[in-house]
């Protein structure tokens, strides 16, 4: 069964260090979601690509993170520089549909737990 | 915006039949209601989703009452295995992306013996 894949697992950093996280959802999928989950809480969207182009990305810091899928395929979120408030699981997600869809199933990976010290 | 309350959390023990309810009072015309399972260190894994009525998988089961403004899960004879956090979504107007679904706080499930 084909998955999402996400690395590395668990990283961590020291404040004002940079961090990158790569995802790459399942063969096909147009729609690749970033989420953010910190503990004890619900995922929240980070970001959201269709295809190579960004659909949504209110809720990115975008002073300290950036999140490109240069190809519509593999995408890289990073952030810089990183601070205490950003420990938590850093989730990707992917879905085949394009747009707004009724079933719109999210494919969710692993996710990446960052712990900034 | 739709926004979905569920209940904290529940506890039941293995072999019983669990009922979640989610309340959603602003849900549009033509949205789904849909329900995601999260372990611990690991991400959301789709359950069910419905419209209206009674959905049945090999997992659960979805009802919705005709004014859809709540959906029960229902876990038909729970397992230790099930203990997890269970989220109901349902799209909104604002965040969530350009779909619309935001996970709230979800409901930590625990079975036990």
């Known amino acids: 069964e084909a998955e999402v894949a996400q690395s590395p697992r668990y990283k961590i950093t020291e404040k004002s260090q940079a961090v990158a996280f790569w995802c790459d959802p399942i063969?096909?999928?147009?729609?690749l979601y970033w989420y953010r989950q910190i503990l004890g809480q619900g995922p929240e969207l980070l970001v959201q690509f269709q295809d190579e182009s960004v659909v949504d990305d209110s809720q990115l810091p975008k002073d300290r993170f950036s999140a490109e899928r240069l190809k519509g395929v593999d995408s890289t979120l990073k952030i810089q520089p990183a601070e205490l408030g950003d420990s938590a699981m850093y989730l990707c997600a992917s879905s085949p549909w394009r747009g707004r869809s009724p079933d719109n199933e999210q494919f969710f990976g692993p996710g990446t737990r960052l712990t900034v010290l | 915006l739709a926004k979905t309350t569920q209940p904290i959390s529940m506890d039941s023990y293995e072999g019983q039949e669990v009922n979640i309810t989610c309340s959603h009072n602003n849900i549009a015309t033509n949205d789904y209601i849909t329900w995601y399972q999260q372990f611990p260190s690991q991400g959301p894994r789709f359950i069910i989703q419905?419209?209206?009525t009674k959905v049945t998988n090999e997992v659960a089961s979805l009802f919705i009452p005709a004014d859809r403004k709540s959906s029960t899960l229902s876990l038909p004879r729970v397992s230790l295995s099930d203990t997890a956090v269970y989220y109901c979504?349902?799209?909104?107007?604002?965040?969530?992306?350009?779909?619309?679904?935001?996970f709230g706080k979800g409901t930590h499930l625990i079975i036990q013996p």
């Open positions: 979504l349902v799209p909104g107007k604002s965040g969530g992306g350009a779909d619309g679904l935001t």
């Open positions: 063969s096909g999928h147009a729609t």
């Open positions: 419905g419209y209206k």
